[in-house]
């Protein structure tokens, strides 16, 4: 296996919620919420890339589609070179058992009724692991998630263990059965500040000992930093940049990109109070405006942003989708582009 | 991190006692269950109970047809009626047939509630959409002239009033059955199970099933209530089954008879208090299961 | 110059069944006049219920259980109801957790900041009018939106009309509870330099409750650290912040991911806070503390003035350098575990 193959690929992938009905048809409003509207990019195996976006931008609809809990309305989506937007049956249930989920909330994704084990043994029952083995299992992942003394958890109720702890719990059960793919959704937007940093070097270790690949979900950047070697910036339902998170925080290309890299506060005295880069105003996911979807907060916007979508331009090990990094396009402010 | 260490067995016990789910921490929902308890064992123990075979037409002693005695007259604790039947002994066995109905027909409009308003909640689609346009019909038809209509086709029998019931009162339980189960398909644990590989059959029956438990319960024992009632208003109407004894039979018996002028108060007074007293433990036993359900309302 | 508002050993406490629990026990700090005030902790650890006794809007189940709180010259909690509630909103305003969600969905946001400007303000309609426009000019809100509903505004803008609310009747102090919490990065900054813009402005004392330091380091110029119920430390934001005094503040600074420093491993502070049924009797953190000895599990630390009104609440206060430097490395919060 090399760093380079592929294991999911997402080509031209379309989300769109339908909404309104004939009323709304008839005063020529859109009819579908576009969550995710043509986004295409590649994971490799191993890789561990942050989505990053503000609320809205479709990352938890990518993170549903890249898991097979949505279908999507347009495009595909390949796992391990199987297209996913049509298997079912045991394909399906083989795809449950490689591609997990670790939840935003942990109060809310274990079932209060059930033990910790009972939580536990449930994806080893599905995946048919004799019950002889499962025990052990179970004491490996907990080990793994850092939570050693197993035995003084696994007879608990959810309520009775910190968020932390819980969090931990929800990551050893997605990891139970060994997956190759896991997406975490705001792993820790849950927890206190000071139980974070514990669950995000767990991610970060397991991730590395498991050789794991992983999307990270969230709306921090500082956080997807900590734990993404890459970053896919989404904004309204479409990629606008994508790259080295280091390259991306360092010297972001996309005018969005940039805005939301000053805005991020860091937890220090002196730091630049300067105005943003960015108009006022918030997107609007129901009515994106025509060409690209930022061209209406954008302090760089010019006419040929109202008419045309911005493809991808590759700058460096970036893609960026935006017409300021147009190769046919030699506008001084296009920083970076590459001959 | 509270309570370190909950004892196992204990916890078992406690479990299983849960899973029934009765409403014991609300003093009308006690009352409401000892209600139906005493009802429980009179119908158990009709035969030893009652004096007399209810239907049988008695005599007095110089062989005059026992009609219209008071209670007390001749040892009938509670009289007889204009036909000489003992009203005490009917009265007993009345009991055996409202919970007979009740309990059959609550049982029917649950489980049948439940399994379509689990499934139409969490499968969606064509299936939710076929399942509510029935209960969309359902809603349509008027219960009491249905059960006459049903009345006219099949035997008259106690059972009509079940299978009534069972074919329509099911649309409340399984509209709102349905809705709570549209909720929590949408919950992040039942979502980590369908990402941990659980089947559809094995979702719904661990962590669906457990949830609208309560709910079935609570209009499970609404319904214990409309059946004995509905039972009741047939039998008034006299459109029952006139070979079982039942307390709506016994009013529509009284009111046939002109009770009410002759003043007999204990020939129809009583019925009509234990179906009040039936129809409303029944009603009580749902508060508790209410407050199991919302307990904000709690207040 | 006399601080705005003085709160002195200020304690609260929650009914729970049969017993007690003291949410804040014996809280003190400052807010100076024209300044603003972050008041951090993580959940639970009393912030809120201490920011909303501030205007004597408690829970059913809780009560002030000592301490004072002067505002102004005059104590607000030995006011009489009707003196406090002259206070609420004209001297006092609240925005609570997710204000932007509380606004009436029937009513335009004109006729509510209407609503308060004539019955709480006694102004005359016209009067009321002019006011909401100058209103929503100072949050940085079109005049023209005035008679918009609420579901015609995006969360950024709906915390902006929640701002302009409290500002209606010209309060001195705005204490604002998780103002930016639910909105987006650039959002929330947008919403906070527009918070420090009037608050410059117009002079007001602003405290802002929130969980994040990065929101204090970006906007306040004091902090106010608490800890399961306890004033842990007080002091300037820069000083506080650069050379924390109290061990969980040091530990917070680890254990929080940083954009501006690469790299690093972050250390998170292992446990978690004590249950207030049952308090420790020492030191709340002492369980939670790499540095704790015997003393900080017997008896509650005082708080110790230090320079520069740097106010902390621990027994090993004079060793806060060379703790300082100890508790960056991040084998001294994992050896406990």
């Known amino acids: ?339 | ?299 | 110059m006399e601080p705005l508002l003085s709160i002195r050993d200020l304690s609260i406490a929650y009914r729970v069944g049969t017993s007690e629990m003291l949410a804040v026990e014996n809280a003190s700090f400052d807010v100076p006049r024209g300044a603003i005030v972050g008041l951090v902790g993580e959940s639970g650890c009393g912030k809120t219920t201490l920011a909303r006794s501030l205007t004597r809007i408690l829970a059913d189940n809780a009560r002030i259980a000592g301490g004072q709180a002067v505002f102004d010259g005059q104590d607000i909690m030995a006011l009489s109801e009707r003196r406090m509630n002259a206070l609420r909103w004209r001297e006092i305003a609240f925005i609570p957790q997710s204000a932007m969600n509380s606004l009436d969905p029937v009513y335009t946001v004109g006729s509510q900041l209407a609503e308060v400007l004539c019955r709480r303000g006694n102004l005359s309609r016209r009067a009321a009018r002019r006011r909401s426009e100058e209103l929503f000019e100072w949050v940085g809100i079109e005049a023209g939106r005035l008679g918009d509903y609420p579901h015609q505004f995006s969360g950024g803008m709906r915390q902006r009309v929640a701002i302009a609310l409290a500002l209606a009747l010209d309060p001195k102090l705005i204490i604002a509870d998780e103002p930016v919490t639910a909105l987006d990065v650039i959002v929330q900054r947008q919403i906070l330099d527009q918070l420090r813009e009037l608050q410059t402005r117009l002079g007001i004392s602003v405290i802002l409750v929130t969980h994040d330091i990065s929101v204090v380091a970006y906007v306040c110029d004091r902090v106010v650290v608490m800890y399961a119920g306890h004033v842990a430390e007080a002091g300037p934001m820069a000083a506080t912040l650069t050379r924390p005094a109290h061990p969980y503040t040091m530990g917070l600074r680890n254990a929080f991911p940083d954009l501006a420093s690469a790299g690093g491993q972050l250390t998170p502070i292992e446990g978690a806070p004590p249950n207030l049924l049952h308090p420790p009797p020492g030191c709340r953190f002492a369980a939670r503390c790499p540095f704790a000895q015997p003393a900080c599990t017997d008896t509650v630390p005082a708080p110790v003035t230090l320079d520069d009104d740097h106010v902390v609440a621990c027994h090993r206060w004079a060793e806060a350098d060379t703790l300082r430097t100890r508790a960056e490395r991040s084998e001294t919060w994992m050896a406990r575990t």
């Open chain 2, 1 to 299: 991190m509270t309570n370190p260490d909950t004892p196992r067995r204990a916890g078992r016990l406690r479990r299983a006692f849960a899973g029934l789910r009765l409403p014991l921490h609300d003093p009308l929902a006690i009352a409401g269950l000892a209600i139906y308890a005493a009802f429980i064992v009179i119908a158990i123990f009709a035969p030893q109970i009652a004096t007399h075979d209810p239907t049988e037409i008695l005599f007095t002693d110089d062989f005059q047809l026992a009609a219209d005695l008071r209670p007390g007259e001749d040892g009938y604790i509670m009289g007889t009626t204009t036909l000489g039947r003992d009203v005490f002994s009917q009265l007993v066995w009345g009991s055996r047939s409202a919970l007979v109905i009740g309990l059959t027909a609550a049982f029917m409009v649950a489980l049948i509630g439940s399994i379509v308003g689990v499934v139409a909640g969490y499968f969606g689609g064509w299936t939710d959409t076929l399942l509510m346009r029935l209960a969309d019909v359902a809603f349509g038809i008027p219960f009491l002239p249905f059960v006459i209509v049903l009345a006219a086709f099949l035997e008259p029998s106690i059972w009509n009033v079940v299978i009534a019931m069972a074919l329509i009162l099911w649309r409340d339980t399984g509209r709102v059955i349905r809705s709570q189960t549209l909720t929590l398909r949408t919950r992040a644990y039942v979502e980590a199970a369908r990402i941990s590989g659980s089947s559809d059959v094995k979702i719904i029956l661990r962590h669906i099933v457990p949830n609208v438990l309560p709910l079935s319960f609570l209009y499970g024992s609404i319904a214990i209530g409309w059946a004995i009632l509905t039972e009741a208003s047939i039998s008034f109407l006299g459109f029952g089954d006139p070979t079982s004894i039942s307390w709506g039979y016994m009013l529509q018996d009284a009111y046939a008879s002109q009770a009410l002028s002759k003043r007999s108060y204990y020939w129809f007074v009583p019925p009509g208090l234990c179906i009040i007293l039936i129809v409303s433990a029944g009603f009580f036993i749902s508060r508790g299961y209410e407050k199991i359900l919302f307990p904000k309302l709690d207040r």
């Open chain 1, 1 to 339: 296996m090399t760093e380079t193959e592929a294991l999911v690929r997402v080509e031209g992938a379309r989300l769109h919620y339908p909404i309104g009905g004939i009323v709304s048809a008839m005063r020529g409003l859109p009819s579908a919420v576009k969550a995710v509207d043509g986004i295409s990019f590649t994971l490799h195996r191993g890789e561990s890339v942050g989505l990053l976006g503000e609320s809205g931008c479709g990352k938890t609809s990518t993170g549903r589609l890249l898991l097979k809990l949505d279908d999507p309305t347009d495009g595909h989506i390949t796992f391990d070179g199987e297209d996913i937007t049509t298997i079912r049956g045991e394909a399906l249930r083989r795809f449950r058992t490689r591609a997990q989920l670790i939840f935003q909330n942990p109060f809310e994704a274990l079932n209060p009724r059930f033990t910790i084990r009972a939580a536990l043994s449930e994806p080893l029952e599905n995946a048919r692991i004799p019950r002889a083995e499962r025990e052990a299992r179970i004491h490996r992942v907990m080990d793994l998630v850092r939570l050693p003394d197993a035995a003084q958890f696994l007879d608990r109720y959810p309520h009775q263990l910190s968020g932390g702890q819980l969090q931990r719990i929800v990551m050893a059960r997605a990891l139970i059965l060994e997956p190759d793919f896991v997406v975490a959704d705001e792993p820790v937007s849950m927890l206190d500040v000071s139980v974070r940093a514990g669950v995000l070097n767990v991610f970060r270790e397991v991730r590395a000992r498991m050789g794991l690949t992983a999307v990270y979900i969230s709306h921090d950047l500082a956080l997807v930093r900590y734990v993404c070697e890459r970053t896919i910036v989404m904004y309204l339902g479409r990629i606008v940049e994508d790259g080295p998170t280091e390259d991306l925080v360092r010297e972001p290309l996309h005018p969005y990109t940039k805005a939301l890299v000053a805005a991020v506060p860091v937890p220090h005295p002196d730091q630049s109070h300067d105005p943003l880069p960015i108009g006022r105003g918030a997107p609007d996911p129901r009515n994106p405006p025509s060409g690209c979807s930022f061209r209406d907060r954008c302090p760089m916007a010019h006419a040929r942003c109202a008419v045309e979508e911005p493809g991808p331009s590759r700058v460096g090990q970036r893609l960026v989708h935006c017409h300021l990094y147009d190769q046919a396009d030699t506008r001084p402010a296009a920083r970076g582009t590459p001959a």
